[in-house]
């Protein structure tokens, strides 16, 4: 039997928030001096990060990844931008298995190894 999949509702941008967002991409696009992958992970946190939240994020990228891609975004502070979990939260495998094992903080050290932290589920 096939698994069904649960809908997803993902919050549409209001036109404001659509216009901001392109010009937040344009403006870091314009500013931005570098090697053109780092501006491309950056702007793809960005666009992923509303999906996911900020946790999925930090579970995927290291610290000083974070802050780089935040500097090039304008200076944004990723938890302040986007919600703990986003709607897609529940692909993140990492999440899931750190929820289930407990402390969030620890597998982010490494002291809780996750092996499947960068892994995405279907659905």
Do not use: C
């Not at 549409?12 to 053109?36: H, T, Y």
């Not at 780092?38 to 999925?56: F, Q, T």
């Not at 809780?112 to 659905?123: C, H, N, S, T």
Request: proline share 6%; glycine share 8%; net charge positive.
């Amino acid at each position: 039997m096939p698994k069904v999949r649960k809908p997803v509702h993902i919050p549409p941008l209001n036109p404001k928030e659509a216009a901001d967002l392109v010009k937040q991409i344009e403006r870091a696009a314009i500013d931005f001096e570098g090697q053109f992958d780092e501006l491309e992970s950056a702007l793809g946190m960005l666009m992923i990060g509303r999906l996911v939240g900020w946790k999925v994020l930090v579970l995927i990228h290291n610290k000083r990844t974070i802050r780089h891609y935040e500097e090039i975004l304008g200076g944004i502070n990723i938890r302040e931008v986007f919600p703990e979990e986003g709607p897609l939260a529940h692909k993140s495998l990492g999440l899931e298995i750190v929820k289930k094992v407990g402390n969030f903080w620890k597998a982010v050290s490494g002291e809780v190894k996750i092996d499947e932290r960068r892994e995405l589920a279907k659905g």
